[in-house]
């Protein structure tokens, strides 16, 4: 018996170890393999299908997120929810990317970069409530005046940035090159087409009134500046700044008869915001020189 028990016990060990090994998929029974091979391609046409509904970035985490499923256990409404966050994610970052490109912004100009402490005529309190955009969603306008040099700019751009986040349809412009277009365009008969460049963004930046003094010199800016103030008044916000006082706007576009109805219109129902403040261009110059 004791011989025959010898005998046996490595063979009960090996049956043992067999046991645990795992089995190659060509060797699993019939039934097993047809159902892997169904997961697998039912992964395959899903994959296919949401890159036919052009949702790649679905289709590229598919892989990743079915493995975190099975390893958790999760719902197949948690699973779906996840692919559709990634989905919305990448929707919205090539939204903010097209809105920022159709902006024409020049620069991008961030609120986080201005210095409040230097430029103490600028209310911080007041700009940072101007960043949540109620104005945009109201509709209201923004004025921003002050000497060259003071921020204006700066602040402008960051506001309409802001706006190219939140996928406002914004469009940034300065009064030079809008006039000139818009002169031009009474030449070739398109001026309602160019227009609409300036009057269907939601948010409108004309930056530098008053900058260039060459747009005088034609009495009919004064009429097609009028057109696009009257043309968005309640229904698009439109950020301006400007280094003149509405006095001598007239002058600037003119025609002063036709600058006070613009100039009503600018004021009446927007913010206005006077920067009295040094230069801050001056200020930085000042300070290289100082290092040299």
């Not at 028990?5 to 043992?16: G, I, L, V």
Request: hydrophobic residues 40%; glycine residues 4%; contains cysteine.
């Amino acid at each position: 018996m004791s011989g025959l028990q010898n005998n046996c016990e490595p063979h009960c060990r090996r049956s043992t170890n067999a046991h645990l090994r795992i089995t190659p998929f060509y060797l699993l029974p019939t039934t097993n393999r047809r159902i892997t091979m169904k997961t697998q391609d039912a992964t395959t046409m899903i994959r296919t299908y949401l890159k036919t509904l052009k949702l790649n970035r679905m289709a590229s985490a598919l892989d990743e997120e079915l493995s975190r499923a099975l390893k958790k256990a999760s719902p197949p409404s948690e699973l779906l929810e996840r692919l559709l966050a990634q989905e919305v994610g990448s929707l919205t970052e090539r939204r903010i990317e097209r809105r920022i490109r159709d902006s024409k912004l020049p620069e991008l100009k961030l609120l986080a970069d201005f210095d409040f402490v230097f430029q103490k005529g600028v209310d911080k309190r007041q700009i940072m409530e101007l960043a949540t955009l109620d104005f945009a969603i109201r509709r209201q306008g923004v004025i921003i005046a002050g000497t060259s040099g003071a921020g204006k700019s700066h602040i402008a751009k960051a506001l309409l940035l802001i706006g190219c986040q939140k996928t406002f349809r914004c469009r940034y412009v300065t009064a030079t090159t809008m006039l000139r277009e818009l002169l031009a365009s009474l030449a070739d008969n398109t001026l309602e087409q160019k227009l609409k460049r300036f009057l269907t963004p939601e948010i409108l930046l004309i930056d530098e009134v008053g900058f260039d003094r060459l747009e005088q010199h034609d009495a009919r800016n004064a009429n097609l500046f009028h057109k696009v103030i009257d043309g968005r008044y309640c229904k698009g916000s439109t950020i301006i700044t400007t280094n003149i006082d509405f006095k001598e706007l007239g002058d600037y576009l003119g025609d002063p008869v036709i600058t006070a109805a613009t100039v009503d219109r600018m004021i009446h129902h927007s913010i206005i915001i006077n920067i009295d403040g040094p230069s801050w261009r001056l200020h930085e110059s000042k300070q290289l020189n100082a290092r040299k």
